[in-house]
Structure formats: structure tokens, C-alpha cells
């Protein structure tokens, strides 16, 4: 036990300056008796792509817990003093008889050279995501020591950017994804909920990282990371946010890692990256506060908030819009999806957005001045629109300086939009207030062109009439007033029959206006319908076009045919077209029909078209089974000859399809038989299938025995699936016996 504290210590270790794109790693030397001094050396990695995928050490991840360093790694050219906890780490990391190659950042960056720091700081994240797994070390002490003193910031990124996790804590160990999903089958509430909020977070990242692309750590805007995140702890506070930039999709280049910047002038950056550089932000170096001075839009308050469970991290909010929002006889509500917040999101809390801001903020009133619940949230919802044609936001920071003729425009267009809502009490409360925000313009020009535009896109056939009546030759089509027709899902083709009607010398027919009228879910074949018969060959047809058309839920096949009647073979068919119209699950089969009918063999049938096919839910095995009436083995040999990767991918699909996957892979084996492989990831997927029950993995044993990939990452998917998991852990047990056992555990 004496060789473990600082006795006949050695000189202090001293760093050399690290080569460009080069790490430090610790080969970690064994040793049988547990209590021996901890012994290694320290070497020079050059840390570039090899192309290889992960490389061949374990990153170390763990709390730094106290600053002292009374314990110390023993290496030929010196001593390293580390804390308890590393120490702690190291031994229990070491094996008895072969080297173990570790990073850990206490030992492997020169935490005294500034410079190296910064520099190391901002390949932290890959270093993690390049590791072959990443190693989760809690503490001896920590049912002893309250959770709230824990530096836990760093471990964000850590797990964040790794792929495979274990977590250890004295001798036990459990995989990290194994660790999630208990979590989420137990579903066990806990009453401090700040260290619920924790786990919740760090759980998320384990779960999103293990179904991700290899090494991409874009996990979410830096402003919802923050609201996420900003609860957990951090000796330095800087590497808090150092932490989330490394996980951040949006990085501002002025918040790059650099520890010569104080905490004052960071956490301002920050903010203001987040909330516009309009801001006043007012921060101090001794406390995580800011108090900030901002103009805004209300948008609205929160009526409900729910979630579907305690390890949930979603949230299902519903938002109740004001005035200057939509009406009641529209849409009086926005509901939302968003990813639970560090904060408790409350009903009456305010939604607002903030000059500058590119996503909505939420306040909490209190008494005279506002507490932010979220900074930034990132509502996931086709409803709602961060801009608008009205330009309803910040319009009431205009001077109300106007000419007679301006007031007289005004009361004529308040009064036509006014009436046009007789009867209808909320419509006329919105609409009068459309009215006093246009107003508020100086230019008299831009306040007709404003007005026709939101009549184009939210109002009726009637009130455009009305406009159009009083002001004749003043009146100018642009390019922003058919967009807005184009999306009038209620009114827009009768709009635009009057437009075109009264001002078509006028209309230009650009891809845009082609693109935007595709798009309306309930009139965009009749718009192209109109178009077509009003411009004929002038109508630009481009690829976007097709591929909406081919991708439509709603009229997908009647528009892709009326395209065939006006165009014929000169509709381009693209891969994408063909991806589009094998995914569509309303219409997938009409449309794939469609495309050979018309093209025969020059439909681009790709690896992907057919992955797109085995993921298709609702009419996956009758777009396949189409795929190989057409087109049969060409699938197979023609293009890829014996490697046939193609079905490696379409196998994947398959098995995540919950609706027709098992239909799709008996499909796929029925054709290609001996030359189908399951790889781990479609066994995973399998086992994870939600409503497939255990007919994929019969059919899997069945075909191919135990040829199937089933590893401990396997057994831990099955056992995350609350649904049909036990059967499918009883089939496994069935086949293999005790060793499933050995897998869990």
C-alpha cells in the first residue's frame, strides 16, 4: 500500500513539446499485485486519418474529483502526480500481464503549457470519437460524496463522441447501451430531479451515439446543448462550454477554445451567439449569471407540457399563439417536439423571439424581470416558421410617419380586410391586426405589395377580389405574391385563377414558384394543373419538381402522371426520383409502376432505390416485388457481380422496417438466397423491430443457423425492447443456452 502514496518519489516528469497532429498515449504497464506502484510510459502518437475507422487505445474518462494530487505514476523519466480518483482508474484499468495503451487528459496533456492545452482541447472530441472504446470510471467515493461537487461537464463530450461505452464502477462493469435501456425499461423515477436531468442528458448522448454515423458529433445546435447541459458541474467553467462546442453542429469561430480568455468574456460570447449581438449582456467572473437587456416579439405562452416517461428526453409541448401570430380560425396553437431541457418547462411559461435570435426563447415571469427556462429552442414541427412574408416581427420598431395618401391606402386596405371577416370575431381580431402592422411601413409602395402578399397566403378569394378592385394597375404580381398563393393550402388555386385571370402579362412562371406549388399538400396538382394549361411548354419542369412530385404522400401518383401526359420521356428520372418514389409509402408501388411503364430499363435502380424499398412501411414488399418482376438478377450481377452489396443494405432496412419487414426479407432471401449476408447491425435491428415480434429472427436462424452475428451488443438491444423482448431473449436462450447469460452480463 505504501508504493500507492508519494514515498522515494523519482524527479518530477517533464513534458516535451508535442509534433504537429500528435497525441500523447500511456502504455499502461501490468502488474499482478493490484497495490503495486502504478508503472507506464508516455509516448508520442501521430494522430491523422488512417481511413482504418477507430485506432487502437482506450480513452479514459472520469472525474477529476479534488485538485491534490497526492498519489503518483511512476515512468523512466519521472513522476506524474495524479488524483485519487485517476489513480484509482489506472488500477483497476491494469491487467495482470499485457500492456494496455490509455489516454487520459490529466497525464497525456501538458495541463501547465497554455498553449498545448488550446491546442489538444479542440481535438478532445475526436480524440474520444477515435478511440476504440471509452472507458467511463466512477469513482470509488461516489455513493459517498454528494452528487452536486461532481466536475462532470467534461464527461459530455467524452461519451458524446464515443461509439462503443463501458462504464466501471469497482469491479463491475456494463456496456453503456445495455445501461440506457434498463434505464428506459425500469423507468424508474428518481425525487431529486436535477440528477435525473443528469442522467437523462448523459443517457441521450450513449443512445445517440451508438446509432449514429461513425464519427459525427453534430449532435444539436450549440443553444439547445446548452439548455440541455448547462446544469452540469465544472471546476473551470470555461470547459463547460469548451465541452459543448466539441458536441455542437454550429460552432462560432469566436468561442473556440483558448484559456487565456477569462470566464466573463467567454460566457458573454456565448450568449450573444445565441441571442443576437444586439443584446446588452451584462456577466461577472465570479458567478454563473448573466443579466440580459433585449427587445422581442411575444409569441405566444405554453398551455400543456407532457412526456411519454421519466428517462424520456422528449417533450410534447403545445403552444397557445397570440395576436400577432395565427388566428383561431386557422391554427391557434403550434405543438411542438422538444428535447427536454436541464429546466422544467411549465405551463404560462412565455414563448418569445429575440432580435437577432434564430430559434424561440422561453421565459418564466417573476415579479419584474424574466428568468430563462431555454435559451434556445428548436421546435420540430412543419407548422411553424421562424420568418414570415407578413415580416410580423420587430415591423412595431418603425416610426408612424406617414403622408394622406398613405393613411388613406391604410383605412381602404383596413377596411377590405376587416370586412372580408364580418361574423367571425377571432379571424376580424387577426386580421385587424395585420392591418395596424402594416401601418406601421413608410413606403406605400411596399405596404400594397405586403398586403397583397398575406392575402395571397392566408386569406380568401373574396378579400383578393376586394384589393384587387380598389387598386387595379397598383397592384404588382411579383415573384413573393404567387409563392404565397402557392402555398394557400386553402385558397390558393382560386387566388391564383384570379391572378392569372386579371394580371397573367404580368407572371413570369419561374422554378420557384414551380417548387413551391408542388409542395401544397392540398391543391399543388391543381396549381400545376392550372399552370400547365395557362403556359403550356413555358412551364419550367426540374428536377425538384419531379422529385416532390415522386415523393408526395398526397396526390404523389396523379402528379407524376400528369407530368408522363404533358411531357412524356422528357421528364428527367433521376436516382433521387427513384428513391423518392420507392419510399413513398402511400403510393410506392403505383409510382415505381409509373416509372417503368414509361421508361422500362432506364429507370436507375441503385443499391439505394432498393434500401429505400425494404424501409418503405406501408408498401415495402409490393415495391420490391415489383423491383424484381423488372429488373430480377440485374440487381444482383449485372452491376455488382458476386460482392453483392446491394442487398447487405436492403437486408438493414428490412429489418428496421416495424410494418412489412419481415414480408421484405422474405423476399430477399426468396431471390437471392445464398447471397444475402447479415451483418450485426441488421440482427440489432431485428432484435430492436418493435412490432416484427421474433418472425425476423426465426427467419434469420431458419436460413442461415448460427451463422447469425449474435454478440453482447445484440442481447442488449433485445433486452431494451419492451415490447417483444422477452420473447426474443427467450429464443436466444433456447438456441444458445447459458451463454446468453455470459452476453448480459
Known amino acids: 500500500m505504501v508504493a500507492n502514496r508519494i514515498s522515494n518519489p523519482k524527479s518530477t516528469y517533464r513534458y516535451s513539446p508535442l509534433s504537429a497532429n500528435s497525441i500523447r498515449l500511456l502504455r499502461l504497464q501490468p502488474h499482478s499485485d493490484e497495490h503495486a506502484l502504478v508503472q507506464g510510459q508516455l509516448f508520442e502518437y501521430l494522430f491523422v486519418d488512417s481511413g482504418k475507422g477507430t485506432h487502437l487505445y482506450e480513452a479514459l474518462s472520469y472525474i477529476w474529483g479534488s485538485e491534490e494530487k497526492p498519489r503518483r505514476v511512476s515512468t523512466n523519466e519521472g513522476d506524474i502526480y495524479v488524483t485519487e480518483n485517476l489513480h484509482a482508474a489506472l488500477l483497476h484499468l491494469r491487467d495482470h500481464s499485457l500492456?494496455?495503451?490509455?489516454?487520459?487528459?490529466?497525464?497525456?496533456?501538458?495541463?501547465?503549457?497554455?498553449?498545448?492545452?488550446?491546442?489538444?482541447?479542440?481535438?478532445?472530441?475526436?480524440?474520444?470519437?477515435?478511440?476504440?472504446?471509452?472507458?467511463?470510471?466512477?469513482?470509488?467515493?461516489?455513493?459517498?460524496?454528494?452528487?452536486?461537487?461532481?466536475?462532470?461537464?467534461?464527461?459530455?463530450?467524452?461519451?458524446?463522441?464515443?461509439?462503443?461505452?463501458?462504464?466501471?464502477?469497482?469491479?463491475?462493469?456494463?456496456?453503456?447501451?445495455?445501461?440506457?435501456?434498463?434505464?428506459?425499461?425500469?423507468?424508474?423515477?428518481?425525487?431529486?430531479?436535477?440528477?435525473?436531468?443528469?442522467?437523462?442528458?448523459?443517457?441521450?448522448?450513449?443512445?445517440?451515439?451508438?446509432?449514429?454515423?461513425?464519427?459525427?458529433?453534430?449532435?444539436?445546435?450549440?443553444?439547445?446543448?446548452?439548455?440541455?447541459?448547462?446544469?452540469?458541474?465544472?471546476?473551470?467553467?470555461?470547459?463547460?462550454?469548451?465541452?459543448?462546442?466539441?458536441?455542437?453542429?454550429?460552432?462560432?469561430?469566436d468561442l473556440l477554445p483558448n484559456y487565456n480568455n477569462p470566464w466573463t468574456d467567454l460566457f458573454r460570447r456565448l450568449i450573444h451567439s445565441i441571442v443576437g449581438e444586439q443584446a446588452s449582456v451584462q456577466t461577472w467572473d465570479n458567478k454563473q449569471v448573466a443579466v440580459i437587456k433585449h427587445m422581442g416579439c411575444v409569441l405566444g405562452n405554453v398551455s400543456s407540457v407532457s412526456s411519454t416517461g421519466d428517462w424520456d428526453g422528449r417533450l410534447d409541448v403545445r403552444v397557445r399563439t397570440w395576436a400577432l401570430s395565427t388566428p383561431d380560425w386557422m391554427l391557434s396553437y403550434w405543438d411542438w417536439t422538444l428535447q427536454a431541457s436541464a429546466n422544467s418547462i411549465k405551463e404560462n411559461d412565455i414563448?418569445?423571439?429575440?432580435?437577432?435570435?434564430?430559434?424561440?426563447?422561453?421565459?418564466?415571469?417573476?415579479?419584474?424581470?424574466?428568468?430563462?427556462?431555454?435559451?434556445?429552442?428548436?421546435?420540430?414541427?412543419?407548422?411553424?416558421?421562424?420568418?414570415?412574408?407578413?415580416?410580423?416581427?420587430?415591423?412595431?420598431?418603425?416610426?408612424?410617419?406617414?403622408?394622406?395618401?398613405?393613411?388613406?391606402?391604410?383605412?381602404?386596405?383596413?377596411?377590405?380586410?376587416?370586412?372580408?371577416?364580418?361574423?367571425?370575431?377571432?379571424?376580424?381580431?387577426?386580421?385587424?391586426?395585420?392591418?395596424?402592422?402594416?401601418?406601421?411601413?413608410?413606403?406605400?409602395?411596399?405596404?400594397?405589395?405586403?398586403?397583397?402578399?398575406?392575402?395571397?397566403?392566408?386569406?380568401?378569394?373574396?378579400?383578393?377580389?376586394?384589393?384587387?378592385?380598389?387598386?387595379?394597375?397598383?397592384?404588382?404580381?411579383?415573384?413573393?405574391?404567387?409563392?404565397?398563393?402557392?402555398?394557400?393550402?386553402?385558397?390558393?388555386?382560386?387566388?391564383?385563377?384570379?391572378?392569372?385571370?386579371?394580371?397573367?402579362?404580368?407572371?413570369l412562371i419561374t422554378e420557384e414558384r414551380v417548387n413551391s406549388a408542388v409542395k401544397n399538400s392540398v391543391s399543388g396538382k391543381e396549381i400545376i394543373q392550372l399552370l400547365l394549361d395557362q403556359y403550356r411548354n413555358q412551364v419550367p419542369i426540374t428536377e425538384e419538381v419531379v422529385e416532390w412530385a415522386a415523393g408526395n404522400r398526397d396526390y404523389g401518383n396523379e402528379a407524376m402522371q400528369l407530368l408522363f401526359d404533358r411531357y412524356g420521356d422528357q421528364v428527367l428520372i433521376t436516382e433521387k426520383v427513384v428513391e423518392n418514389a420507392a419510399s413513398n409509402f402511400e403510393y410506392g408501388d403505383e409510382l415505381m409502376q409509373l416509372l417503368f411503364d414509361q421508361f422500362g430499363g432506364q429507370v436507375p435502380i441503385t443499391e439505394e432505390v432498393v434500401k429505400c424499398a425494404a424501409s418503405n412501411r406501408e408498401c415495402g414488399d409490393k415495391v420490391m416485388q415489383l423491383l424484381f418482376e423488372q429488373c430480377g438478377d440485374q440487381?444482383?450481377?449485372?452491376?455488382?457481380?458476386?460482392?453483392?452489396?446491394?442487398?447487405?443494405?436492403?437486408?438493414?432496412?428490412?429489418?428496421?422496417?416495424?410494418?412489412?419487414?419481415?414480408?421484405?426479407?422474405?423476399?430477399?432471401?426468396?431471390?437471392?438466397?445464398?447471397?444475402?449476408?447479415?451483418?450485426?447491425?441488421?440482427?440489432?435491428?431485428?432484435?430492436?423491430?418493435?412490432?416484427?415480434?421474433?418472425?425476423?429472427?426465426?427467419?434469420?436462424?431458419?436460413?442461415?443457423?448460427?451463422?447469425?452475428?449474435?454478440?453482447?451488443?445484440?442481447?442488449?438491444w433485445a433486452a431494451g425492447n419492451k415490447y417483444f423482448g422477452y420473447e426474443i431473449i427467450q429464443l436466444l436462450v433456447d438456441r444458445y443456452g447459458d451463454q446468453v447469460v455470459k452476453w448480459r452480463t
Not at 463530450?157 to 463491475?172: K, T, Y
Request: overall charge negative; glycine content about 6%.
Open 99 to 253: 500492456d494496455r495503451i490509455i489516454w487520459a487528459d490529466a497525464i497525456c496533456i501538458n495541463q501547465d503549457d497554455i498553449e498545448e492545452r488550446n491546442r489538444q482541447v479542440q481535438i478532445m472530441a475526436k480524440i474520444y470519437a477515435r478511440a476504440s472504446r471509452v472507458i467511463v470510471w466512477l469513482e470509488d467515493a461516489i455513493d459517498s460524496r454528494p452528487v452536486g461537487n461532481n466536475d462532470s461537464a467534461d464527461v459530455l463530450q467524452e461519451v458524446a463522441a464515443a461509439r462503443h461505452v463501458l462504464i466501471m464502477f469497482h469491479s463491475m462493469e456494463i456496456d453503456g447501451l445495455a445501461f440506457c435501456t434498463g434505464l428506459n425499461a425500469l423507468n424508474l423515477a428518481m425525487h431529486d430531479s436535477e440528477v435525473q436531468s443528469r442522467i437523462r442528458s448523459v443517457a441521450y448522448l450513449i443512445n445517440g451515439a451508438s446509432l449514429s454515423d461513425r464519427f459525427s458529433l453534430d449532435i444539436r445546435p450549440l443553444g439547445t446543448l446548452v439548455d440541455m447541459y448547462h446544469n452540469h458541474k465544472a471546476k473551470d467553467w470555461r470547459d463547460k462550454i469548451y465541452a459543448l462546442l466539441g458536441m455542437s453542429s454550429d460552432i462560432p469561430t
Open 635 to 716: 440487381l444482383l450481377f449485372d452491376q455488382y457481380g458476386d460482392q453483392v452489396p446491394i442487398t447487405k443494405g436492403a437486408i438493414e432496412e428490412a429489418a428496421k422496417n416495424k410494418w412489412y419487414g419481415y414480408k421484405v426479407m422474405q423476399l430477399l432471401f426468396n431471390q437471392y438466397r445464398g447471397h444475402v449476408t447479415i451483418t450485426e447491425d441488421a440482427v440489432k435491428w431485428a432484435v430492436r423491430n418493435k412490432r416484427g415480434r421474433i418472425r425476423i429472427m426465426q427467419l434469420f436462424f431458419d436460413r442461415y443457423g448460427d451463422q447469425i452475428p449474435i454478440t453482447e451488443e445484440v442481447v442488449a
Open 351 to 507: 414563448v418569445c423571439l429575440l432580435q437577432g435570435a434564430s430559434k424561440p426563447t422561453i421565459i418564466r415571469s417573476c415579479q419584474d424581470y424574466g428568468v430563462i427556462v431555454a435559451i434556445a429552442v428548436n421546435p420540430r414541427d412543419d407548422s411553424w416558421q421562424y420568418d414570415s412574408p407578413q415580416e410580423r416581427i420587430f415591423n412595431q420598431i418603425y416610426e408612424r410617419t406617414y403622408e394622406t395618401t398613405q393613411q388613406q391606402l391604410l383605412t381602404t386596405l383596413r377596411n377590405i380586410l376587416l370586412n372580408s371577416a364580418t361574423g367571425e370575431p377571432a379571424k376580424a381580431e387577426w386580421l385587424e391586426t395585420v392591418a395596424d402592422t402594416l401601418s406601421l411601413r413608410e413606403d406605400y409602395t411596399k405596404v400594397i405589395e405586403h398586403g397583397v402578399i398575406f392575402t395571397a397566403g392566408s386569406a380568401d378569394e373574396e378579400t383578393m377580389k376586394n384589393i384587387l378592385s380598389h387598386y387595379g394597375d397598383q397592384v404588382t404580381v411579383t415573384e413573393e405574391v404567387l409563392v404565397a398563393a402557392t402555398t394557400n393550402k386553402s385558397s390558393g388555386i382560386k387566388i391564383l385563377q384570379l391572378l392569372l385571370n386579371q394580371h397573367g402579362d404580368q407572371v
